[in-house]
């Protein structure tokens, strides 16, 4: 199915298709190239009348155009036309011309690079010499562009640059230009697979590809007409014999060329928008893929009946959101891979999207677009903008398929490389260097980097080889001392070159892109080393170029790290972007210019002192003072809408200060302002008067010889007539109207202009004005004429109303102004004479009102906010899920009361992705289909019988079931007993002999089962095997024979399990550690407010004693904001409005700068909040609980103020008490608030001794995390090559299990043969015995029909065609059959007397002969059945001799596999050991001493783990009692041995007396020794029941269809007895109808004798008429005879009717009686 988009898929373009167009666009192109361009037009303008010297140029442009367009043909063009054919010549000319061309194109022919580069234009009266200006270097790099990073070998790399293609040697930095032919740009370059060509695709009119040779640099091939404009990619196939174009914008043309033959071979369009990429299949060339904006395409070159055509199918998006396409890569099996602009990667297949991939927790494979997927050494790398390149695993991408509805499969790369931040990814390609894997990659931010993608412990980190602005360069400026140029660009960077030594010097980045630079001149700085740059938020920066080390001016041999910019100052002195900077010519006035319409002066001896700012009619693109040779210091300032003004020096107030200034607008100004229009219209107007003017003194002219030659001529009436004629021709004359004067409404733009001299200046426009095209009304919503003009009064109301408005609201303001001061001499009168504030309400309900509608404005504000705080609150989620959701538990420190010990938490994060992820090995051998095919085992075959018998009882089920539901008839009864009756019988039958093979089978599995004399256990030897080898030895890894076993083996899934179970294990103790010093951390609360308690509770008792017996109240412990961390995030409305005051106050001191940061954020306020908030931190349950204690505490009696008076002694007794109870409560107290802080620093310092071991064993547990880090890193690296290894033995296992599975095979079925060959043997001694028990003894025709019986004959052998191979085999074997029976009978007959087998002799029973003749083709039949079986037999013992010898060789290709798989372990191994692994020890546990001491040297010794050790100790004791154990199992089994071959002799015996007892019984019952097996399978004969009930059921059939035959017969009869009625009745009517007719025939004889006999023959009608009668008669007369026949035969019982002969006059009537 086509697309809409594929217009062009059916047919394909001619090669010359163009040709016509191409012609007219060559021309004009030669014809364009003008050194002074018709649309640039220079003016010298002294005043402000601008329009006097261009007034002869316009006068003569036609012919000038022609002069110069004719001198440019002649001379660019020349050289260039000689390699081309012609472009004046025909067209047949130019086709036959292009075929010698073709035919000349040999392998060594080569074009001139001088001839095909651009040129400079020079003009021919012109002195200045082509070679004026040369590339010396080149800084840029056109890094946005697609692939424009390719490699010709290890140390060259090309790129693009403008007009120039750049090669690069990567190891000198040396540079080598190639110029572009069209002198347009360059669209996109390639390189051949074999890297010893380029391409160097144009830009421009029907550009050229121009294929190079490398390294010669010359050109090869130039390939035309390819597209319109310029190319957007090129790409070579793998073999690198065609080449794929895909055009720009307009045409998007694909094209498929033979490059080297110059020709086009197909032609298309590639889709209707842009096209970023068109590559060839690797693995099928015939197909390619595109892809742009919005779509991709697959396409197919296929033979049609019209040719070779271009088929593209698009892809279909379906669900997914369309997006545009960057990257992608055709997978070797048809899929293609795909990004997308999210970053998700697409698998499409067939057309249509497969599979979205994604990463875990549907992340995207990468941040932003994917730009280039490859695939490298069986993994795909996929390259992003977010600077990343990731690498993944190719099997997982190729067997992707969808789980669920979402589309999405969740996978993760295997390895990942962030490059750098602020990096864009564009494209990559590989440097082929042997052992590492270095690649070159392009960024579109300005770069190129060097990335390392090995991903091993030695991997290098990300090179930036060379750096450039990564947009066009908006200014570029040159030092006035030295070899230094700065520039700057939208890639908001500022970089300084050194050009004498080609290098980069420094750069410095900013927020905004730079738009405007100045070098500072000397005359305001004498260093030399500022610029000054403006950028496009309307910020001037002034920075400094400086050496660190002192210096500040620098020459040409300087290193790059001795240089550094610095911001020096910076203003901002405009809203727009700046355009332009100038310096007055003194250096005293700094004067900038921006897109927002103004100009700005500034002092620069005062640090750019503003002084104002002038307005301008348009946008500012240059500004220029006036040089030296000018008397008065101007500026000129240039406008982009054709406005030039020129401004004086402005004045300098020394005196007023900044702070006084109300605006720096400059409003007394005195400017002088140029505006320059088109004088077109005015030259054809004055060209049109002069005109008319020559036209009109040509006819007073004539006039006047006319006037002459009739005064001449005829005197005073020649006066008259040629007045009268002058009358009529005023009257017939009007004169038409002159040209309007136009002038355009936008004029031309200047592009530059500079003083020339004083009072004069010179500017450049661009382009030519022309009358504007009227607008089109596009809109069908545009306004009528009518509808516009009640427009225009609807406006004039609404303005009027507004004015109205306003009037009011002043009148409004007035009044607001009177209250105010009347409510200000309220406030000013006495209290009690002053009004209150509702006295001043006039109505309550406007306030009402006023209060309502302040409520719906704050309704609709928060309406208007809700984005905003929508926004804020998704960005806080975000934050939260970044930053706290991760976290499972944040650091709490826990202080101690008395003392400065501290304990903190682990700052515990969500576990790692090891401990939930688990990879399967693909080392692990998977059980293969065979032995799963062997453990079902042929059960499965006997379900399979079992179950399509079931079908067919079900089958017959059904079918019984539907006979049930119609009566039954006499016949069926009978048949249906019948069938009963022989099924009961085979039933028996089948039954009596399944238990026979039951009983068989049991006995051949008991057989089976039956070990054999040298038998031994396969467990047993393989143990021995394993105690040869290992016993007694404990195998080093380190060992240069170590043998890994198998459980041992490790790789990348298996340690990063075991990295995963690391990981838990640390998060459990960190958790359960955490628990802990939380559950401290509430100790330590509970045990503050319980002392809060208590010191409330003892200040209440020292209320009440003497201050002489205080004790010192104990301090209430402090909770730190470390210990409760949660609190951080808590806020009530009063922090937010501290919070935002503080913001504030920020805001207002920031001053702008250079990449400057707020020092706060909004973090500040919430993580100040709690110190800030609470005080001590308590919380209000505590403060509630202390007040409780409070009222709780001891009721102290509070005397009531009366008059003192002495106590009595009781109560002074009593005082003394209540005395000593508080003293001892205090003391209580005291020493309970210390028991409590004494009791939490115990708690605390024992917790804090348990988490110093936890931190050993963590710390131990990170140096493991590192070591298995390493090792996974390092096994990572080995995976590949070993699961390579491991899947060619798992396939070698498999193919060997597989042969041993098809020799087992093959042996059954041998057997399973021999067992039919011994089953047709004896069927045929079984035939012959039942033929001499048939014949009987004492036979005189024994003999005969023995004869008769062994007799062979030749037989048609009926066999289903197989295949044409079966056919030839059965063909062959049938036929040496055929000649084997043929030689056979031929020696009977020679030997034997011939006889007649065909006839019964006489007297011979018929029966027994035809029994004979029976039994003779079961003979052949049992004869031909072993032929085939020994055949088979043959055939399998040949399968099974090659079976062997194949698994013999894959056997020894296992082993070899083996070996290579065990040594590349050996390898993993070594490399494992040689990474270093830390293991803490202590003194006690080193035991390797020399002498008594420790040796310095530990390299010869190895550390065990005490369980290691321990569980080698304690198996020397295993084995010695192992060892002892297994003695005493031999003797014992040897004893039961003995005892087991007593009991077989015995049971021999008794076997033999039961079989002899046996025999004896069937001698006494049948006479002999018959086969009991035999005797209870015996059956009925099936062939002759079934040959019964169809006998029965056919002589059914045939009586019911005698009935329906009579029935017929019936009604024949009546209907014959019907139709002879009818033809009798027939008969009759002719009859009278002859005699009526001969009666008329003699009348009319009569008649015609009466008149004369006028005839006198009979008429020839009549004669045909009667002839036709008598044939009639006849006919039914032979109709009348068959019939009696064939009633004749019918009364006949089974008479055979045939159909009555007709006469073919009959057959011709039979229509006509119908």
Not at 330 to 356: F, R
Not at 1469 to 1494: S, T
Request: glycine content about 4%; aromatic content about 8%.
């Amino acid at each position: 199915m086509k697309e809409p988009d594929d217009q062009d898929t059916d047919g394909e373009k001619s090669v010359t298709s163009k040709s016509d167009g191409k012609k007219s666009l060559r021309s004009s192109k030669s014809e364009s190239r003008s050194p002074v361009q018709e649309d640039d037009t220079f003016l010298e303008d002294a005043t402000d009348e601008t329009f006097t010297e261009g007034e002869e140029s316009y006068l003569e442009e036609d012919s000038d155009e022609e002069r110069l367009e004719g001198s440019l043909s002649s001379f660019q063009y020349d050289d260039l036309q000689s390699t081309r054919v012609s472009q004046q010549t025909p067209a047949p000319a130019v086709e036959e011309a292009e075929e010698e061309v073709k035919k000349k194109i040999s392998e060594s022919f080569f074009y001139d690079y001088m001839e095909l580069a651009s040129m400079p234009f020079v003009t021919l009266d012109s002195d200045i010499p082509l070679d004026l200006l040369t590339l010396v270097h080149s800084f840029g790099y056109d890094c946005r562009k697609r692939a424009n990073l390719q490699l010709l070998d290890n140390s060259i790399a090309i790129y693009i640059a403008g007009n120039q293609l750049i090669f690069l040697n990567l190891k000198t930095k040396e540079q080598i230009y190639l110029r572009s032919s069209s002198g347009e740009g360059i669209g996109v370059i390639g390189v051949h697979p074999h890297k010893t060509y380029f391409i160097v695709a144009e830009k421009g009119s029907f550009p050229d590809i121009i294929i190079y040779e490398y390294p010669s640099l010359r050109p090869y091939r130039i390939l035309r007409d390819g597209t319109e404009k310029g190319y957007a990619y090129v790409n070579f196939n793998y073999s690198g014999t065609l080449l794929a174009s895909v055009g720009s914008n307009p045409d998007y043309t694909l094209t498929i060329w033979n490059w080297k033959e110059e020709q086009p071979i197909l032609r298309t369009k590639a889709f209707s928008q842009e096209v970023f990429k068109v590559t060839f299949n690797p693995d099928n060339e015939e197909q390619l893929t595109t892809s742009g904006s919005g779509h991709i395409k697959f396409w197919e070159m296929a033979f049609t009946f019209t040719g070779l055509k271009l088929q593209g199918s698009l892809g279909r998006f379906g669900k997914t959101t369309t997006t545009d396409i960057e990257g992608y890569m055709e997978l070797p099996d048809g899929k293609v891979l795909s990004g997308s602009e999210w970053g998700n990667m697409l698998l499409w297949e067939g057309g249509l999207i497969k599979v979205e991939l994604c990463r875990g927790t549907s992340k995207s494979c990468h941040n932003g677009p994917i730009n280039q997927i490859m695939l490298d050494e069986g993994e795909v790398i996929t390259v992003g903008s977010d600077g990343c390149v990731r690498i993944w695993d190719f099997e997982t991408i190729d067997t992707a398929d969808i789980i669920d509805e979402t589309g999405l499969l969740e996978i993760e790369p295997i390895n990942e490389l962030q490059v750098d931040k602020n990096v864009n990814l564009f494209s990559m390609t590989k440097m082929s260097e042997t052992g590492n894997n270095f690649w070159l990659a392009q960024d579109a931010n300005g770069a190129i980097w060097k990335l390392d993608l090995s991903f091993s412990n030695i991997t290098q980190d990300p090179e930036c080889l060379f750096s450039f602005h990564s947009g066009a360069v908006e200014a570029v400026a040159v030092s006035p001392l030295t070899y230094l140029m700065a520039t700057t660009a939208l890639d908001c960077s500022v970089r300084i070159y050194d050009f004498a030594s080609k290098t980069l010097l420094t750069q410095m980045k900013f927020k905004q892109g730079g738009t405007a630079l100045v070098w500072v001149p000397r005359m305001v700085n004498f260093t030399g080393a500022e610029i000054i740059v403006g950028f496009e938020d309307g910020v001037v920066r002034v920075l400094e170029l400086y050496d660190p080390k002192g210096l500040t001016i620098f020459v040409g041999r300087k290193k790059i790290s001795d240089a550094d910019i610095r911001l020096k100052q910076v203003f901002k002195p405009h809203t727009a972007r700046v355009t332009a900077l100038a310096y007055e010519r003194d250096g005293e006035i700094l004067a900038t210019g921006s897109k927002d319409q103004t100009v700005f002066f500034f002092e620069v001896e005062r640090d750019y002192k503003p002084i104002g700012y002038i307005n301008t009619p348009g946008p500012v693109c240059q500004l220029m003072w006036s040089p030296m040779s000018h008397l008065e210091s101007t500026l000129l300032i240039i406008c982009e809408n054709g406005y030039i003004l020129e401004a004086p020096l402005p004045t300098i107030n020394l005196e007023e200060d900044d702070h006084d200034v109300v605006s720096y607008e400059i409003k007394d100004m005195c400017l002088k302002c140029f505006h320059f229009s088109s004088v077109k219209s005015k030259i054809l107007r004055s060209i049109e008067i002069e005109k008319r003017e020559r036209q009109r003194k040509l006819k007073e002219k004539i006039r006047e010889e006319r006037r002459n030659k009739l005064a001449a001529e005829m005197g005073e009436d020649g006066e008259k007539e040629f007045q009268e004629e002058e009358e009529e021709e005023e009257e017939e004359e009007e004169e038409e109207p002159l040209p309007e004067i136009f002038i355009p409404s936008t004029p031309s733009p200047i592009l530059c202009g500079f003083y020339s001299e004083p009072g004069k200046f010179w500017v450049s426009l661009f382009g030519i004005e022309t009358e504007p095209i009227p607008e089109d009304i596009e809109d069908p919503k545009a306004y009528s004429i009518e509808n516009a003009r009640r427009k225009r009064e609807h406006d004039k109301l609404m303005k009027e109303v507004e004015e109205i408005k306003a009037q009011k609201r002043e009148q409004i303001k007035a009044l607001r102004t009177e209250f105010c001061k009347l409510l200000e001499m309220n406030e000013e009168l006495p209290t009690h004479m002053q009004f209150k504030r509702t006295d001043f309400d006039v109505d309550s309900k406007i306030r009402a009102e006023m209060h309502r509608r302040t409520a719906f404005k704050i309704q609709q504000v928060e309406k208007e906010l809700a984005w905003e705080k929508e926004k804020h609150e998704l960005g806080l989620k975000k934050l939260k899920n970044r930053f706290r959701d991760p976290l499972e538990s944040d650091t709490i420190v826990v202080h101690a009361i008395l003392s400065d010990h501290k304990i903190s938490s682990y700052r515990l994060v969500q576990p790692s992705k090891y401990s939930k992820f688990k990879r399967t090995s693909q080392s692990e051998r998977k059980p293969s289909k065979l032995d799963r095919f062997e453990k079902e085992g042929t059960g499965r075959k006997d379900s399979q019988r079992d179950a399509g018998g079931s079908i067919a009882i079900q089958e017959e089920s059904i079918i019984e079931k539907g006979k049930k539901f119609r009566p039954k008839t006499l016949s069926e009864i009978m048949v249906e007993n019948q069938i009963e009756k022989t099924r009961k019988l085979i039933l028996k039958a089948e039954r009596a002999q399944l238990k026979i093979q039951q009983r068989k089978k049991e006995w051949e599995e008991l057989y089976k089962s039956k070990p054999g004399d040298d038998y031994e256990d396969p467990k047993d030897l393989q143990a021995i095997k394993e105690a040869q080898v290992y016993m007694g030895d404990f195998n080093l890894k380190t060992a240069p024979d170590y043998k890994i076993p198998e459980h041992m083996r490790i790789n990348a899934a298996k340690k990063e399990e075991e990295l995963g179970h690391l990981d838990s294990l640390v998060h459990g103790n960190k958790r359960y550690m955490n628990k802990c010093i939380v559950s401290l951390r509430d100790l330590k609360v509970a045990v503050v407010e319980e002392i809060q308690c208590l010191v409330q509770e003892l200040k209440n008792i020292q209320s009440t004693l003497h201050v002489s017996k205080h004790i010192p109240i104990p301090h209430i412990p402090q909770i730190h904001p470390e210990e409760v961390p949660e609190k951080r995030f808590q806020y009530d409305e009063e922090t937010l409005l501290n919070f935002k005051q503080q913001h504030m106050k920020s805001d207002d001191e920031k001053s702008p700068g250079v990449e400057q940061t707020g020092s706060g954020g909004p973090g500040g306020g919430f993580l100040k909040l709690s110190s800030g908030k609470d005080g001590d931190l308590t919380t209000r349950d505590s403060m509630s609980r202390s007040s409780k204690a409070s009222t709780l505490s001891l009721d102290i009696p509070k005397y009531m103020e009366f008059e003192k008076a002495e106590p009595t002694d009781v109560e002074l007794e009593i005082m003394k008490r209540d005395e000593i109870k508080h003293v001892y409560m205090q003391q209580y107290l005291v020493n309970r608030v210390k028991e409590l802080i004494v009791t939490f620093d115990a708690e605390l310092r024992l917790l804090r001794h348990q988490k110093l071991k936890l931190d050993t064993q963590m710390k131990l547990s990170d140096l493991h995390h590192v070591t298995l880090f390493q090792e996974i890193l390092l096994l990572k690296n080995f995976e590949k090559q070993e699961n390579i290894l491991q899947e060619r033995v798992n396939s070698l296992d498999k193919e060997e299990q597989y042969m041993q599975w098809k020799i087992n095979e093959t042996l059954k079925e041998m057997e399973e043969k021999k067992n039919e060959i011994t089953k047709l043997q004896e069927q045929e001694k079984a035939l012959y015995a039942g033929f001499q028990t048939a014949i009987g003894e004492n036979n005189k025709f024994a003999n005969f029909l023995m004869k008769v019986l062994k007799k062979k004959i030749k037989r048609v052998k009926k066999k289903e065609v197989e295949g044409d191979a079966d056919e030839d085999e059965e063909s062959e074997e049938s036929s040496e059959e055929e000649s084997s029976l043929e030689s056979d009978e031929d020696e009977s007959e020679s030997e034997d007397e011939v006889f007649d087998d065909s006839i019964c002799p006489t007297n011979c029973d018929v029966a027994l002969f035809e029994l004979t003749l029976q039994l003779r083709e079961k003979r052949l039949d049992i004869e031909e059945a072993l032929v085939e079986e020994k055949k088979v037999v043959d055939n399998l013992k040949k399968e099974y001799d090659t079976l062997s010898k194949k698994v013999k060789i894959v056997a020894t290709n296992l082993n070899a596999a083996e070996e290579a798989l065990e040594a590349y372990q050996r390898e993993k191994q070594q490399r494992l050991n040689e990474l270093l692994v830390v293991i803490p020890l202590k003194l006690h546990q080193i035991e390797y001493v020399v002498f008594g001491e420790i040796p310095s040297d530990l390299s010869g010794t190895l550390v065990f783990s005490n369980h290691a050790l321990r569980r080698l100790q304690e198996r020397i004791r295993e084995l010695q009692e192992e060892n002892s154990k297994q003695q005493k199992l031999n003797k014992e089994w040897r004893e039961r041995r003995k005892q087991l071959i007593r009991e077989k002799r015995e049971m021999t015996k008794t076997i033999h007396k039961m079989e002899e007892t046996v025999r004896q019984l069937m001698i006494s019952k049948f006479g002999r020794v018959v086969n009991l097996e035999a005797l209870q399978t015996l059956s009925v004969n099936t062939t002759l029941e079934e040959l019964k009930i169809r006998k029965l059921r056919k002589e059914l059939a045939n009586a019911k269809e005698m009935k329906m035959w009579e029935e017929k017969i019936a009604q024949m009869r009546w209907e014959l007895m019907m139709k002879t009625k009818e033809h009798t009745r027939k008969l009759y009517q002719m009859n009278d109808l002859c005699i009526e007719k001969k009666k008329l025939d003699s009348r009319l004889n009569t008649l015609q004798n009466q008149q004369g006999n006028a005839f006198q023959s009979l008429r020839e009608a009549d004669v045909v008429a009667r002839e036709e009668v008598t044939e009639l008669i006849q006919l039914q007369a032979e109709r009348i005879s068959a019939l009696k026949e064939e009633i004749a035969l019918l009364r006949r019982k089974g008479g055979l009717i045939l159909p009555p002969i007709r006469s073919p006059q009959e057959k011709e009537m039979q229509p006509a009686d119908l």
